[in-house]
């Protein structure tokens, strides 16, 4: 093998293993925000714990009452959830996979400790709901 050509497959390898690790990179290291729910559900008869600890990951734990949220930055996208219950209910540990495709999920505790899947959606706010809704204007 000529020397230029052994130059040429060892420049390519090296490129590609610099692609290779940059897309392991970003998997990894993806990053996601988290809004955790604590709210009953109506349509499905679901209610809310009143008093929990919630723990995403190594993330420090937040106290939820009923009816709060709050949010967690988590990076990757496999996931850890520890909820513990005030009233001595045994505590839920749940691991899920977030999808890379977007940024941000709503996870909703009555779904998960009551087993109904999917527990986490994607979370759509107000102003980019009301953004999509409007027409485009016209030239």
Do not use: C
């Not at 988290?34 to 008869?45: A, G, P, W």
């Not at 995403?56 to 930055?73: C, G, H, S, Y």
């Not at 996208?77 to 505590?91: A, W």
């Amino acid at each position: 093998m000529e020397t230029k050509q052994r130059r040429l497959l060892i420049r390519l390898a090296l490129a590609a293993l610099w692609l290779g690790l940059g897309v392991i990179v970003f998997v990894l290291n993806r990053g996601h925000t988290l809004l955790v729910d604590n709210k009953s559900i109506e349509d499905l008869n679901l209610r809310a714990p009143d008093f929990i600890t919630v723990k995403v990951d190594k993330i420090a734990p937040m106290e939820f009452l009923r009816n709060d949220r709050d949010i967690f930055k988590v990076g990757g996208g496999k996931h850890r959830i520890t909820v513990e219950f005030s009233d001595g209910t045994e505590t839920v540990l749940k691991e899920f996979h977030l999808p890379l495709k977007h940024d941000q999920y709503l996870l909703s505790i009555p779904k998960l400790i009551n087993g109904v899947e999917p527990f986490y959606e994607v979370f759509v706010s107000n102003t980019s709901r009301e953004r999509e809704a409007e027409p485009e204007p016209g030239f």
